[in-house]
C-alpha cells in the first residue's frame, strides 16, 4: 500500500523537485520564464509562498504547490503546482487532497489567479476540474507564446 505525505515545502524539496520536473512543468516555466533550469524558480515559488506543501509517495517527491500573495498587502493570491513523472501514478489521491487545499487557499486569499501554457492540455483539465474559471488566451510567454489566464473567487455567504 502506498504511503502518501503531505508536509511543509522546503528548499531541499525544491532541490530534489527539479531535476525529476516532469517535462511540461519544465516547458512551461522555460515559455513563461525564458529559465531553462527550473530550480530558481521552485525556490522562489517556496520562499515567496505564503505556504507551500510537498507531495510524496513512499518518500519520493511527487509534487510541490502553494499559494504566493501577488502583492505585499491584497486579496490575490497566485496558486501553483509543479511535479515529477509520478503524478500520474498518485493522480487519485493528490486529487482529492488538490480540492481541500484550493479550499483552504480561498481562505487566505479571497481571490486566485495565475496563468498556464495553453498548450498544458493536462493542467487546463486539472484546472477546470478543481472549478478555476480559464480565460482567453493572452501573448505573454518570453517569445509571446499564449498563455490562459485563470482565477477563482471565494463564495461568501
Known amino acids: 500500500m ?4 503531505i508536509e511543509s515545502a522546503t528548499e531541499a524539496d525544491a532541490r530534489e523537485l527539479a531535476p525529476v520536473l516532469r517535462a511540461a512543468d519544465r516547458l512551461e516555466i522555460e515559455r513563461l ?3 531553462h533550469d527550473p530550480l530558481e524558480p521552485l525556490l522562489a515559488s517556496v520562499h515567496g509562498a505564503r505556504e507551500a506543501w510537498t507531495g510524496r509517495a513512499d518518500g519520493e517527491i511527487v509534487c510541490m504547490w502553494g499559494v504566493c500573495p ?3 498587502i491584497g486579496p490575490t493570491g497566485i496558486p501553483w503546482l509543479l511535479g515529477s513523472d509520478l503524478v500520474p501514478l498518485h ?3 493528490f486529487l482529492r487532497e488538490n480540492k481541500r487545499w484550493v479550499a483552504h487557499a480561498l481562505d487566505l486569499f479571497p481571490l486566485l489567479r495565475n496563468v498556464v501554457d495553453a498548450r498544458y492540455a493536462e493542467a ?7 472549478g478555476f474559471t480559464l480565460h482567453a488566451p493572452r501573448a505573454m510567454g ?3 507564446e499564449d498563455f490562459i489566464p485563470f482565477t477563482m473567487e471565494a463564495v461568501h455567504a
Do not use: D, F, M, P
Not at 2 to 5: A, D, E, L, N, Y
Open 2 to 5: 502506498t504511503v502518501i505525505s
Open 124 to 130: 487546463i483539465r486539472w484546472l477546470r476540474w478543481l
Open 91 to 93: 493522480r487519485k489521491a
Open 70 to 72: 501577488a502583492t505585499l
Open 33 to 35: 520564464l525564458g529559465q
Open 142 to 144: 518570453v517569445h509571446g
